[in-house]
């Protein structure tokens, strides 16, 4: 997921999910998921755009878009997971859609090699570090609580004013998707082109 329409729509297919599960007598109990949203493609993509806004205003937004995203999709799912959207589901034992970080090695040397990590702690979360963003934060990396939920006032002013500019998030979002599904679907058929098979429930490889 790329946007926070994205979020939306798949916390909403998951809580139907539940519903449907829940209406034919099933245990929703049994049920874990996760929603991964990518964060380090938004500010290269954002970066580029700002770049070429060139104003002070849109320069001075570079290399947060990310973080704000995240922080806002964690608030939406605050809203609907302790909500009393999800009350019913929560008292059958349904359990809330945890929010994944993926895309969380940065890309750009000039910022904090742990931009996608120390400031997105918080509970019922899940980060996908790569090897050299889990070796960094080993080494240097803090815990200063509940990042993830703080901020959200000014995680929504940057999304505002990244808006302001002109910047539409969610057909970025969707071009980000796009995009990222071609490169997955590339990479799989480079490696069926190869030869390499997983056989589901079989430990053959």
Same mark, same amino acid.
């Given at each position: 997921m790329f946007s926070l329409a994205h979020v939306d729509a798949v916390a909403g297919a998951y809580q139907r999910g539940l519903d449907t599960l829940a209406a034919a007598g099933g245990d929703v109990a049994r049920v874990r998921s996760v929603a991964s949203v990518f964060l380090s493609r938004w500010d290269s993509l954002i970066d580029k755009q700002l770049d070429e806004i060139g104003t002070p205003e849109a320069l001075a937004l570079r290399g947060k878009a990310g973080v704000a995203l995240a922080r806002q999709a964690y608030q939406r799912y605050l809203a609907r997971f302790h909500g009393a959207g999800f009350a019913a589901l929560a008292a059958r034992g349904g359990r809330p859609q945890s929010m994944l970080w993926a895309s969380t090695g940065t890309k750009n040397a000039a910022y904090s090699d742990l931009m996608y990590v120390e400031p #997105? =702690? *918080?509970?019922? $979360? =899940? !980060? $996908? #570090?790569? +090897? %050299? $963003? #889990? %070796? %960094?934060?080993? +080494?240097? *990396?803090? =815990?200063? *609580? !509940? $990042?993830? %939920?703080?901020d959200a006032e000014t995680a929504a002013a940057h999304i505002a004013a990244l808006a302001a500019l002109g910047l539409d998030m969610n057909a970025l979002g969707e071009r980000l998707q796009s995009e990222g599904l071609a490169q997955f679907a590339s990479a799989f058929g480079k490696l069926l082109d190869h030869g390499y098979w997983v056989f589901l429930g079989d430990a053959s490889l």
């Amino acid at each position: 997921m790329f946007s926070l329409a994205h979020v939306d729509a798949v916390a909403g297919a998951y809580q139907r999910g539940l519903d449907t599960l829940a209406a034919a007598g099933g245990d929703v109990a049994r049920v874990r998921s996760v929603a991964s949203v990518f964060l380090s493609r938004w500010d290269s993509l954002i970066d580029k755009q700002l770049d070429e806004i060139g104003t002070p205003e849109a320069l001075a937004l570079r290399g947060k878009a990310g973080v704000a995203l995240a922080r806002q999709a964690y608030q939406r799912y605050l809203a609907r997971f302790h909500g009393a959207g999800f009350a019913a589901l929560a008292a059958r034992g349904g359990r809330p859609q945890s929010m994944l970080w993926a895309s969380t090695g940065t890309k750009n040397a000039a910022y904090s090699d742990l931009m996608y990590v120390e400031p #997105l =702690v *918080g509970p019922e $979360t =899940v !980060n $996908t #570090l790569p +090897d %050299a $963003t #889990l %070796a %960094a934060f080993a +080494d240097h *990396g803090k =815990v200063s *609580g !509940n $990042t993830i %939920a703080q901020d959200a006032e000014t995680a929504a002013a940057h999304i505002a004013a990244l808006a302001a500019l002109g910047l539409d998030m969610n057909a970025l979002g969707e071009r980000l998707q796009s995009e990222g599904l071609a490169q997955f679907a590339s990479a799989f058929g480079k490696l069926l082109d190869h030869g390499y098979w997983v056989f589901l429930g079989d430990a053959s490889l």
